[in-house]
C-alpha cells in the first residue's frame, strides 16, 4: 500500500514539477496529476485540505429526469 506523499521533499521548490502522471485526489474532490503538483496546491492553501487517495478523483453526477 502506497503511503501519502511527503509534502516536505516539494517545500523548496513549489509548483517547479514535471509532467510526471502519478494522480492523487484530495479531499476537496480536486484531481492533482502528481504529487509536487499536490503539494504545491496544498502549501498554498495553508492545508485546507489533505491526501485523500491515489489515483483520480471520482466525478459525481446526478441522474437527470
Known amino acids: 500500500t502506497r503511503k501519502q506523499p511527503n509534502c ?3 517545500r523548496s521548490h513549489l509548483f517547479f514539477c514535471t509532467r510526471q502522471m502519478d494522480p492523487i485526489c484530495g479531499t476537496n474532490g ?3 496529476a502528481n504529487p509536487c503538483i499536490f503539494c504545491s496546491e496544498k502549501g498554498l492553501r495553508n492545508q485546507k485540505f489533505d491526501f485523500g487517495h491515489w489515483g483520480h478523483c471520482r466525478e459525481y453526477t446526478s441522474a437527470r429526469s
Open 8 to 10: 516536505n521533499v516539494y
Open 30 to 32: 480536486k484531481s492533482y
